[in-house]
């Protein structure tokens, strides 16, 4: 008998049709013989909609209260999702994350796992029951509720399965797999059939949702093999593995978009040792995920310091900014929200050089300006307009031969 992690992400539950579509498939995996554990997203835009209710409410947002919030959402699925499986008699049962054992650390909001128990999923699954497992979520070694940052589901499947040595984590999505890129973005986007642990990585760090960067992270450091795929088709979809890339795979195997963050500059900083240091101390301390920074030259003593960071975390980041810059004397902050990140992933860089001459040249051509360049060994990111974006990134698939032959065909579900 082999034990199934299956993830249902927030558009495959967004409503009472979708929640008994998955419960029929769960019944199906359950009658092939697998025990199951389900592992569930808050509804459609469920945390998004909490968020924007604690924004009316107050301005005054402690973590630890909003964790107490932001559950709720996961939650309420799990029950929902519970008793639509005792309607077509599956027995199963429902746990928050606290109830399973996954432990985090204290960082509200951004908790990463420190130890996952797992008792009570093996104790549901010997009894015969699927185990329905609210995402998202854990409990602090404070003991206080956490959530482990948007998209965490992923992870709380990924770390669920590894506890369990499930035999297979499969992540039920809107889309059918991984692709060369966003397909609502890009439709002549191609459905790859594997993808690498690293090259994934560097997708879900350059912004692609698909995945949650720290589930792929989880993933890749404990070997979980997960399958992406959807919930609206149910066909195979894209295995994320640890198997090398063949030679003949393409040098690039990905086209990346992100909108989800801000550019801040600090104009006229004072050119001199531990400028940089007193800026991007307190930002990391107060746990601003700073991306790409960029220094210019000083020309009369003065330069000024541009960095992207989450949209999400711009009102916290500026009030520091605003505050150091005083300190250090600096002659202002800006910041600009319509930027975007476009990059290119592919393992095939390493030993293929010219690529981002490729880019750039690609980029030239069709009139957009970069703003920001950065790279890894297997990626290089530029910050360019976000009414650039989906120009850009459909040049971009184009010109490093990823379109495939017809554009995507299966359903986009509308997120509401
Ligand atoms: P879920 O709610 O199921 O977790 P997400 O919205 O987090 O779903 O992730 C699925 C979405 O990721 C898709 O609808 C798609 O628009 C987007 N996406 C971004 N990049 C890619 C990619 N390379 N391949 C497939 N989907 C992608
Ligand atoms: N509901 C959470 C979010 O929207 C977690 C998840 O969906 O994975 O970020
Ligand atoms: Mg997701």
Redesign the pocket.
């Known amino acids: 008998m082999a034990l199934i992690v299956q ?6 539950v967004a409503d009472p049709d979708r929640i008994r579509a998955v419960a029929e498939n769960v019944k199906i995996t359950k009658r092939h013989g697998n025990d199951v554990v389900v592992v569930v ?1 808050a509804m459609g835009k469920t945390t998004d909609n909490l968020i924007a209710l604690a924004d009316s409410v107050s301005s005054t947002q402690p973590g630890r209260e909003m964790d107490m919030l932001l559950t709720t959402g996961e939650r309420v699925t799990a029950a929902l999702m519970t008793m639509a499986l005792a309607d077509i008699g599956v027995d199963a049962v429902s746990f928050t994350g606290s109830q399973v054992g996954i432990i985090t650390d204290t960082a509200h909001r951004k908790a990463k796992i420190v130890e996952v128990k797992g008792d009570r999923v093996r104790e549901a699954l010997a009894a015969g029951r699927v185990a329905v497992v609210a995402g998202f979520q854990g409990v602090s070694t404070d003991k206080e509720i956490t959530t482990m940052g948007r ?1 965490a ?2 992870l709380t499947a990924s770390a669920l399965a590894k506890a369990l040595d499930a035999d297979a984590c499969e ?5 059918t ?9 890009v439709p002549q ?1 191609r ?1 790859l059939a594997r993808i690498h642990f690293d090259e994934m990585l560097e ?1 879900a760090g350059a912004g ?5 960067l720290r589930s792929v992270e989880f993933a890749r450091n404990h070997n979980v093999p997960l399958h ?1 795929r959807s ?1 609206f088709t149910w066909e195979a979809g ?1 295995w994320v593995t640890n198997e090398e890339p063949n030679v003949e795979d393409p040098i690039i195997s ?1 086209v ?2 992100d909108v989800s963050e801000a550019k801040v500059t600090v104009l006229g900083v004072p050119d001199r040792p531990g400028i940089s240091a007193a800026l991007f101390e307190p930002l990391a301390a107060a746990n601003v995920n700073v991306d790409m920074i960029v220094q210019n030259t000083s020309t009369d003593g003065t330069t000024d310091i541009s960095f992207t960071m989450p949209i999400a975390d711009l009102g916290e980041a500026e009030e520091i900014v605003r505050r150091v810059a005083a300190e250090i004397g600096a002659q202002g902050v800006t910041h600009d929200r319509d930027i975007a990140k476009l990059s290119v992933v592919g393992a095939g860089m390493k030993s293929s050089p010219g690529i981002a001459a490729k880019m750039f040249r690609t980029l030239a051509d069709e009139g957009v300006n970069i703003e920001m360049i950065s790279t890894s060994t297997i990626r290089i990111s530029v910050v360019i307009a976000t009414a650039d974006l989906e120009r850009a990134a459909r040049t971009l698939h184009t010109a490093f031969g990823l379109d495939s032959g017809q554009a995507y065909s299966a359903p ?2 509308e ?1 509401t």
């Open positions: 993830k249902y992400g927030g558009t495959s997203s998209g589901s992923d992540i039920y999505t809107d889309v797999g991984v692709f060369t890129a966003d397909p609502r973005i986007a459905k997708m692609s949702k698909v995945l949650a992406v919930s894209t990905g990346v978009t986009l579900p997120r």
